[in-house]
């Protein structure tokens, strides 16, 4: 079983909506929630995805579902796992990436030990991700919704084929682990007082170094990064994450192994 | 008198938001409906702005009125007026080019005999536009924000000058005057068809001539501009035009004489 769901009005909605933001929450205890009209559109939506989908963690919940976003940040196409122990996706990701050579997508893997980060998707055995990029919000482009259809499509074959009986052999796949969260400098009142950097905006997955520029202020000031040590910065400058004290999202280059898999 | 305003909510909010869009009203007619507060926001707001900045066509009125947005579209800094015979502002367009060259910044004229295009800045006597992308909404970019600065400075040290008394020799000036708004091709019930096609999109005032490429339907045919002949488009797949019907404008590259201007 198999769900395609364009989610809109998540994560990706415009930023000044009054939004619940379904995917910050734990969708199974959502779910013990006494239902109603009075829950906010998306603890509702939640519920129902649970409830048609899932339930979650159940044999009866679907197989694969796949959540279709877009991002005003230049990520490009971006697959999302949340389990660098799922071997089914993480076959599935190399034989995307294999299969849309020389273009390429990126997989960002969504498992922290502390940020929590379980999404409406998640009710899935198998829940991906995508993430689109860069697109305005309330804007259709033509090149983002062919790399979205393209994608699919692979994922589609790579799904058909499993079905199959056909059996992929073991397989390494690079991922970027997300690591830390990064809010936008603020002043005691909480307000907001720089931008990303001209040298860091568009610059998704790109080295961040110790040193480089990271934030300019309003009064022209640069603040460098920090860390300790080489990260790769996505979701730079989304829209939706300003409300979610976000700016962007360090992650760490790993090569994770994928065994091999064949229907049982 | 001058103003500077930063208008978000009119024809840059988010297009899924029901608004009421001032910018394709007649102010003046605005003003003589009764307030109060069950009037949509836009609406109170424009007789607010007449209240406070005009009233329109009165001598009492704000001299100059800077309306500073930001568009989805690849427009650049774009100066936006709305009279062919306002020397006092073609001569401040002539000064800006000037500061700012090499970079370069457009001139978009909204006259037009048939588009009723009343802006809430209208009420100043020498109301300008300042357009600004591609930003997405929700989104501020440092580029973005620095252009638009530098513009506005020069903007001001233009009305400063002239305010000290210096004369302003006869010039001329480029502009692209507003000819005509295309809409997304739509099927009988009125849903959108097609998307701006990947050779259009992005290609804000690039000439578009008969038989170019246009729109590119969802099941992948080319839509080919059908005019008489070349104009230069802009305002090319904007967000907030969607619910206007307008999937970009077409203009026509004039070049127009302004008379030397002097403090009286
Ligand atoms: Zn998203
Ligand atoms: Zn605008």
Redo the contacts with the bound molecule.
Sequence with gaps: KCLIEGYERG??AQSSLPTVDVEGQDISSLSDAPGGDNLPYEVQRAQEINRLFGPKGSPEAYDVIFDL???TSNMGCTLILESSKDHFNLQMMNYIKKAIAPASCLVLLNEHPLLKYSTSRSVAKHPVGL?VGPQPQGVLRSNIFEAMRVILKHALDFIELFNEGMEFPPCTVEVFWVSERIDYPRDANGNIIAMVHPNLQDCDWEPLNPGDPMFQTFDGKTIHYQGSGTVYPTFINEAAYYEKQQAFVTTRRETLLASAIRKA
């Design positions: 994560h990706d976003h877009n991002t993430e």
